[in-house]
């Protein structure tokens, strides 16, 4: 079981219960050779060796259930340990943190300042390496990922690639400018001055960052030149296709009402075949022939004869405020004359 695994699984009380043993001091020094410095006074030795897999390792090494009693006897007594490398204030902010843990309330966040934050936690996840809290490491990613997700603040960057002791590893530096680069190639990166200030600031990160934007700019241009050539491979192959097929079966028209008797076709009867709609061939056992079907010459269309009618009656009633007008037509039929045919009116 891993670490990380093994410290999730731990219930509060179980932690607290690592805060009454036995103690050990903790030294730290700056460099290999450097004297070391007390870092931490009666630090409880089972929560160094719960959140440390380096340090379980020191005081209780593998195969010790196989040593004799008179091994053990011999075998001096570990009391301290030693530090090399990283920050001290951030190794004494990881060791307090170790004991908020266990304070009967569980395992509790790793908190940061609120200036630079990504740059303390680049420094935190050093340290947690050196000390061996493979745990700590693990949730520090974590967060940095999530902050990567954003945008980096200018003034991380700028603590970063000025960092003198300790020193920040290469590949930082080039995520970081990568960070950058990406954003001002796609037009989304905010604070555009201060990053402009920084790379004037600072000729390693601009040098980088013009490496980056120029590898961009080339592999744009090898992409915009193969989607010319495939274009224009394109262009070409439907040209040729056209003619082709407009030499063999008449400007496109195909094969298209050719009743053709054998098993070949007569190269004479399409080549006599002018592609026009309506033209036809008939064939025979041995000939092909091409007949033109006549095409009837049109008609002239009838003009319609048009009269035209004046009428003058009398208004009725005149338009107003939208209402219709009425007017009288006299059909020249009279009540009389309706009588007479024998009708009623």
């Known amino acids: 079981m891993s670490q990380i695994q093994s410290l999730d699984s731990l219930s509060a009380s179980r932690l607290r219960a690592l805060k009454p043993t036995e103690t050990i001091t903790i030294l730290y020094k700056p460099t ?11 630090f409880p030795l089972g929560i160094a060796t719960t959140f440390s897999t380096k340090w379980n390792l020191d005081f209780r090494p593998t195969g010790i259930n196989k040593m004799k009693v008179s091994e053990l006897q011999r075998k001096p007594i570990k009391k301290s340990v ?17 004991i908020s843990c266990c304070e009967g309330i569980g395992i509790q966040r790793f908190s940061g300042p609120a200036m630079k934050p990504f740059a303390y936690l680049y420094h935190a996840r050093v340290c947690a390496a050196i000390m061996g809290c493979e745990y700590l490491q693990h949730k520090i990613e974590k967060r940095m990922e999530q902050m990567a997700a954003g945008q980096i603040h200018s003034e991380d960057v700028r603590c970063l690639f000025l960092s003198v002791e300790p020193q920040v590893d290469e590949d930082m530096k080039k995520f970081l400018a990568e960070h950058v680069a990406i954003r001002i190639w796609e037009k989304r990166l905010k604070a555009k001055g201060a990053y402009r200030t920084l790379r004037e600031e600072i000729p390693e990160f601009n040098k980088m960052i013009d490496e980056i934007l120029g590898n961009k700019v080339e592999q744009r241009k ?8 495939k274009r224009l491979a394109g262009q070409g192959n439907h040209g040729l296709n056209g003619r082709s097929s407009g030499a063999t079966y008449g400007r496109g028209q195909g094969n298209r009402g050719l009743n053709v008797n054998g098993p070949e076709r007569s190269s004479g009867a399409l080549a006599a075949y002018d592609g026009k709609p309506g033209s036809r061939v008939s064939g025979t056992a041995g000939k092909n022939t091409l007949t033109p079907t006549p095409t009837p010459a049109p008609t002239e269309p009838k003009a319609e004869k048009v009269s035209t009618v004046k009428v003058q009656s009398p208004v009725v009633r005149r338009g107003r405020n939208g209402r219709p007008a ?20």
């Open 222 to 229: 090898m992409e915009w030149e193969a989607r010319k050539r």
């Open 82 to 98: 030693t530090i090399a490398g990283g920050r001290m204030n951030i190794h004494k902010h990881i060791l307090a943190w170790m």
């Open 32 to 42: 290999v050779t450097s004297e070391p410095l007390i870092l931490a006074e009666s």
């Open 326 to 345: 009425f007017v009288r037509f006299d059909l020249g039929v009279t009540r009389d004359g309706v009588r007479a045919a024998g009708g009623q009116m």
